[in-house]
């Protein structure tokens, strides 16, 4: 199994509050990627990362924010968590060009009430 | 993002070949064709992938049709163990072509 650990794996948590997520990886793979799953969407890119420091969006950033200060760790802030990101988030790396698979996390669920 | 088109589901028996198709009519000379499945309650797996020649793994075998426009992941014996989403995904080259467009994928059903 790839080295990828997310923490926490499950999170409760009020609307409003700030959260964050940790993606940490003991691969030193480039690229750094955040998703969510939700019934009925499949998983959905949050916002990605090709190297320290080098973050951009996926098709569903509104709401989150990302940074990644070294090579093994990737952070996912909800600024003010609202119910709509309730959902269960995925964790992947992988290494650089088309011919590299994907390695994902095991999750963490996270509910805003 | 180049488009696949899987079948929503599929079944098949315990100790049979389950061949799973993908159609990706649009894709580019440098899109690799990647396969990953998700079991319930899990993260996405990766399974297999693939260019242009057929690719064989201790999970499963790839078969990409000659004009790339097709492809077909072939679980050898299926287990009650392979039921799961199986996503086919296609990877290009070049800076946010690295990540993963997921679509709804094959609900693969093994019956005992």
């Known amino acids: 199994d790839a080295g990828i650990t997310q923490s926490p794996r499950h999170k409760v948590t009020e609307t409003g509050t700030p959260v964050t997520l940790r993606c940490h990886q003991t691969?030193?793979?480039?690229?750094m990627y955040w998703y969510r799953q939700d019934p009925g969407h499949g998983l959905r890119l949050i916002h990605y990362?090709?190297?320290?420091?080098?973050?951009d969006k996926g098709e569903v950033s509104d709401g989150y924010s990302v940074s990644r200060s070294k090579t093994e760790d990737f952070l996912l802030t909800l600024e003010s968590a609202t119910s709509s990101q309730t959902s269960v988030y995925f964790c992947?790396?992988?290494?650089?060009?088309?011919?590299?698979?994907?390695?994902f996390g095991p999750g963490t669920r996270l509910t805003v009430t | 993002d180049a488009k696949t088109t899987q079948p929503n589901s599929m079944e098949s028996n315990e100790e049979e070949p389950v061949h799973l198709p993908c159609n990706h009519s649009?894709?580019?000379?440098?899109?690799?064709i990647h396969w990953y499945r998700q079991l319930p309650s899990q993260g996405p797996e990766y399974v297999i992938h693939?260019?242009?020649s057929n690719v064989n793994n201790r999970m499963a075998s790839l078969a990409i049709a000659e004009d790339r426009k097709s492809s077909t992941l072939i679980l050898h014996r299926a287990t009650l163990r392979d039921a799961a989403v199986y996503y086919c995904i296609l990877r290009g080259s070049g800076g946010s072509n690295y990540k993963l467009t997921f679509g709804k994928g094959t609900l693969l059903t093994v019956n005992p």
């Open positions: 992947a790396i992988s290494g650089q060009g088309g011919s590299y698979e994907q390695y």
């Open positions: 693939g260019l242009t």
């Open positions: 990362s090709y190297g320290v420091k080098d973050t």
């Open positions: 691969e030193n793979h480039r690229y």
């Open positions: 649009t894709i580019s000379g440098t899109d690799y």
